[in-house]
C-alpha cells in the first residue's frame, strides 16, 4: 500500500545544474500531477499526464520539463535549475475522472537552489 | 480574482470549539470541491469533498457548498489540538476541469 512514491526527498543544487524527481504510482491511476508549493502560494500545477503517453503544461512550466515514462511513472526534470525554483514539490495521481474525486500525494521533494 | 480564495488565517480556536474556515471561488460553473488537510512538513492528504448545494457531514468534518453565493466553507465540531493543520480548499481550474487548482491554504491552531 505505498501509494505515490517520491524520490529524492530533500536535495541542493548549484544554479545551472539538472536534476530529475521521480514518482512512481501503485494504484493503477490514470492522471499523475506535478505541483509545487511555496509559501503563500499554495500549491501550483506544474505539468500533468491525463494518460500514459500524454502530458500537458499547467500554471507553472517554464523551466521544467516531464516524462511519462509508463503508467505507474512520472518524473519532473529541471534542465537548468534556478534559485526560484527552491520549493517544495509535490507528485499527485487521481483516477483522472470527473466528479469529486481527489489526489493521492506523494511525501514530496524538499529542493534547495543556491 | 484568483479561481479560488482563502483566508491565511492562523485561525486559533479553544479546544471543544467549532473552527469554521471559508473559501470563496469565481467560476460558477464549478460543480464540486474538495478540503485537504496538511500538517506541517507533510502532504496534503483529501479529507472531506463536497459536489451539490447544502451540507455534507462526516464525523466531526461538515463542508457546506453555496453555489449562488459561490462560498465553501468546512466545519470542524469538537476541535482537537490534532486538528492543529493548514486547511486547503480545491476546486476545479476554470480552464480545464479534470484539473483541481487550490486555494493558498488556511492555518488553524486548536489550542488546548
Known amino acids: 500500500n505505498a501509494g505515490v512514491t517520491q524520490t529524492p526527498k530533500f536535495q541542493v543544487l548549484k544554479t545551472g545544474q539538472s536534476m530529475t524527481l521521480q514518482c512512481a504510482q501503485d494504484?493503477?491511476?490514470?492522471?499523475m500531477y506535478w505541483y509545487r508549493q511555496d509559501p503563500g502560494m499554495g500549491l501550483r500545477l506544474i505539468y500533468y499526464s491525463a494518460s500514459e503517453g500524454t502530458t500537458d503544461k499547467g500554471e507553472v512550466p517554464n523551466g521544467y520539463n516531464v516524462s511519462r515514462l509508463n503508467k505507474r511513472e512520472f518524473s519532473l526534470r529541471l534542465e537548468s535549475a534556478a534559485p526560484s525554483q527552491t520549493s517544495v514539490y509535490f507528485c499527485?495521481?487521481?483516477?483522472?475522472?470527473?466528479?469529486?474525486?481527489?489526489?493521492?500525494f506523494g511525501s514530496g521533494t524538499r529542493l534547495t537552489v543556491v | 480574482q484568483k479561481e479560488v480564495e482563502q483566508n491565511s488565517g492562523p485561525l486559533s480556536v479553544p479546544e471543544g470549539a467549532i473552527a469554521s474556515l471559508n473559501c470563496t471561488y469565481s467560476d460558477r460553473g464549478s460543480q464540486s470541491f474538495f478540503w485537504y488537510r496538511q500538517y506541517s512538513g507533510k502532504s496534503p492528504e483529501l479529507i472531506m469533498f463536497?459536489?451539490?448545494?447544502g451540507d455534507k457531514e462526516d464525523g466531526r468534518f461538515t463542508a457546506q457548498l453555496n453555489k449562488a453565493s459561490q462560498y465553501v466553507s468546512l466545519l470542524i465540531r469538537d476541535s482537537q489540538p490534532s486538528d492543529s493543520a493548514t486547511y486547503l480548499c480545491a476546486g476545479p481550474m476554470k480552464t480545464s476541469y479534470d484539473k483541481v487548482i487550490f486555494g493558498p491554504g488556511t492555518s488553524l491552531s486548536v489550542i488546548p
Open positions: 499527485a495521481s487521481s483516477d483522472g475522472r470527473r466528479g469529486p474525486y481527489g489526489y493521492t
Open positions: 494504484m493503477n491511476h490514470n492522471s
Open positions: 463536497i459536489y451539490s448545494n
